[in-house]
């Protein structure tokens, strides 16, 4: 039998303590915890990111408020935007939420923002201690599709130690940070992209398979072991031959769902973990005030 690996029920098992820890720190500071999103221009894709996020705001008991800035921002004006918000104390998390229009260095923008307010994950200090964290050790921070899926592998007793992973796709927001994650796990790793000879090999050496390409059906029945668990981190939009609009990641789901072990589905597996991490960063940077 293969498992589905359903974000649901993962975020069920850890809606309890994320709601508690909401409410432990509007009990102290007396406001719940804060994330301010920065969305620039109307990117219809991102729209859908805002509307998620913002909905699960309100199940935690998160003030998450959205500045909408004109496509037509400059960087200085979007950076003293940045600025102002590290400085404000009542804003805990910034997301600046990408891409950005072309006048943008969305790099110095990202780098604008307080680490600790970083709970995006995409500030060159986070990805920095990501990457040096103390041997047989896990990092705390990170870019919250990754630690999503890890939150989903563990959910669903997948074993990482020893084991073969292979990544497709070596994004800076999900290929890169999610071999560092399975590294520090103990995985053996191995970063594929579209310069990858003999790829399909590759990708069947895999025990662990994260597809993060963009690429639809990039994953077939083929390239798959058996018993291998599947991630699909894909989100490609298209209209199908009868006209409906579709939403479905990189893996052949129907054909690899029969071979894997265990697979995420598209909607419903990784997305919304990304969503449910951000909510997790976001009140532990509000509770992080608490302690000091
Ligand atoms: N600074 C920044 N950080 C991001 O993390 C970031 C970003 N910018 N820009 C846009 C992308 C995209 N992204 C999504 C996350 C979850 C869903 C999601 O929840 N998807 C659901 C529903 C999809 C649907 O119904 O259309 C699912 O897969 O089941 C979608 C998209 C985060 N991104």
């Given at each position: 039998m293969t498992t589905i690996m359903k974000a649901k029920t993962a975020i069920a098992a850890l809606e309890e303590q994320l709601q508690k820890d909401a409410a432990q720190v509007k009990a102290t500071i007396g406001r719940e915890p804060n994330l301010t999103v920065l969305l620039v221009g109307d990117d219809p894709a991102s729209a859908i990111y805002v509307r998620n996020k913002q909905k699960r705001a309100e199940q935690l008991g998160v003030d998450s408020q959205t500045l909408h800035l004109p496509a037509d921002t400059t960087q200085a004006a979007l950076l003293a935007k940045v600025h102002e918000l590290n400085a404000d104390d009542k804003v805990d998390g910034i997301l600046v939420q990408l891409?950005?229009?072309?006048?943008?260095d969305d790099d110095a923008v990202i780098n604008a923002i307080d680490p600790s307010k970083d709970v995006d994950g995409f500030t060159l200090q986070t990805t920095g201690r990501l990457w040096t964290v103390p041997k047989n050790s896990q990092e705390?921070?990170?870019?919250?599709t990754p630690l999503g899926i890890i939150k989903l592998l563990d959910f669903y007793g997948i074993?990482?130690?020893g084991k073969n992973a292979v990544i497709v796709g070596r994004s800076n927001i999900v290929g890169k940070p999610m071999a560092a994650m399975l590294l520090n796990r103990g995985a053996t790793v191995t970063i594929a992209h579209s310069q990858t000879e003999n790829l399909h090999e590759v990708m069947r050496r895999a025990d662990i398979l994260v597809a993060a390409t963009g690429r639809r059906h990039m994953v077939t029945a083929a390239d798959v072991k058996p018993g291998a668990t599947v991630i699909d981190v894909g989100m490609n939009r298209f209209i199908d031959e009868n006209g409906k609009k579709r939403l479905v990641g990189d893996v052949d789901f129907d054909a690899v769902s029969k071979i894997a072990g265990a697979i995420t589905p598209v909607?419903?597996?990784v997305g919304p973990m990304t969503v449910n991490l951000l909510m997790a960063q976001t009140i532990r940077a509000a509770a992080a005030k608490i302690s000091q």
């Amino acid at each position: 039998m293969t498992t589905i690996m359903k974000a649901k029920t993962a975020i069920a098992a850890l809606e309890e303590q994320l709601q508690k820890d909401a409410a432990q720190v509007k009990a102290t500071i007396g406001r719940e915890p804060n994330l301010t999103v920065l969305l620039v221009g109307d990117d219809p894709a991102s729209a859908i990111y805002v509307r998620n996020k913002q909905k699960r705001a309100e199940q935690l008991g998160v003030d998450s408020q959205t500045l909408h800035l004109p496509a037509d921002t400059t960087q200085a004006a979007l950076l003293a935007k940045v600025h102002e918000l590290n400085a404000d104390d009542k804003v805990d998390g910034i997301l600046v939420q990408l891409p950005v229009p072309d006048q943008i260095d969305d790099d110095a923008v990202i780098n604008a923002i307080d680490p600790s307010k970083d709970v995006d994950g995409f500030t060159l200090q986070t990805t920095g201690r990501l990457w040096t964290v103390p041997k047989n050790s896990q990092e705390t921070v990170g870019p919250c599709t990754p630690l999503g899926i890890i939150k989903l592998l563990d959910f669903y007793g997948i074993d990482i130690a020893g084991k073969n992973a292979v990544i497709v796709g070596r994004s800076n927001i999900v290929g890169k940070p999610m071999a560092a994650m399975l590294l520090n796990r103990g995985a053996t790793v191995t970063i594929a992209h579209s310069q990858t000879e003999n790829l399909h090999e590759v990708m069947r050496r895999a025990d662990i398979l994260v597809a993060a390409t963009g690429r639809r059906h990039m994953v077939t029945a083929a390239d798959v072991k058996p018993g291998a668990t599947v991630i699909d981190v894909g989100m490609n939009r298209f209209i199908d031959e009868n006209g409906k609009k579709r939403l479905v990641g990189d893996v052949d789901f129907d054909a690899v769902s029969k071979i894997a072990g265990a697979i995420t589905p598209v909607p419903g597996g990784v997305g919304p973990m990304t969503v449910n991490l951000l909510m997790a960063q976001t009140i532990r940077a509000a509770a992080a005030k608490i302690s000091q």
